[in-house]
């Protein structure tokens, strides 16, 4: 088992094996509240959600914005630009592999968040970041996200999924979007920015 002092961190898009991130991030997920929202069944959660996760890391891999442990215990993905939400647009595929009903409920979350999106769009986003349950609390997560960090050298927006997870990306700068969420009835998403900083 690895740890903070020994994890490799890589950005190696030659070596990258896009089969192994993406069960990765599925396993890294399965538990999350969003996520699991939309497929709340195991068997359906594990036949779509590998689709979603492939759809989510397209443009991060053609943009050379995937880092990954030498293992695949541990990646992350990021995006610039609009085409994260317009060319890489996914709730089609989600539509037609849920119940029309869970499918509404989830789409009555975006609208608190449009506004969000577009003022942050030309950013760089943090689409997806995971940790395979094994490795978890082994700081593997702290280790990928100094990396990304560090070569991000610009200001980054993320998403996180759970209300859990605020006082983990505040450690790395990111403060808190307020979004009001009332009447809403799906799992909310917590806005996050954290401003570029330049070096002292």
């Known amino acids: 088992m690895g740890n903070l002092m ?29 996520e699991r929202a939309i497929y709340p069944d195991n068997a ?13 890391i397209k443009g991060c891999v053609e943009q050379k914005n995937v880092f990954y442990s030498e293992d695949y215990s541990v990646g992350l993905c990021a995006f610039k630009g609009k085409e994260s939400v317009e060319e890489y647009d996914i709730y089609d595929f989600i539509r037609s592999t849920i119940p029309a009903s869970r499918y509404e409920r989830l789409i009555s979350t975006q609208k608190y968040l449009d506004n969000i999106r577009d003022k942050y769009s030309n950013d760089l986003s943090l689409m997806m970041v995971g940790v395979k ?26 998403e996180a999924t759970s209300e859990k997870l605020i006082p983990f990306y505040k450690k790395f700068g990111f403060e808190l979007i307020d979004v009001d969420y ?8 917590y806005p996050m920015i954290r ?3 330049l070096p002292i």
Do not use: M, W
């Not at 359906?44 to 989510?56: A, D, R, S, T």
């Not at 009332?182 to 998403?189: A, E, H, L, R, V």
């Open 44 to 56: 359906e959660y594990l036949k779509f959600f590998p689709q979603v996760v492939k759809h989510y």
């Open 182 to 189: 009332t009447g809403c009835d799906f799992p909310p998403t």
């Open 195 to 197: 401003q570029h900083q």
């Open 133 to 158: 349950p094994y490795f978890r609390n082994l700081h593997f997560g702290v280790a990928i996200l100094n990396k990304f960090i560090a070569q991000s050298k610009q200001r980054i927006y993320l």
């Open 6 to 34: 020994n994890i490799k961190i890589s950005n190696n898009f030659i070596e990258l094996d896009q089969g192994k991130l993406i069960k990765l991030l599925v396993e890294a997920f399965f538990n999350d509240p969003v």
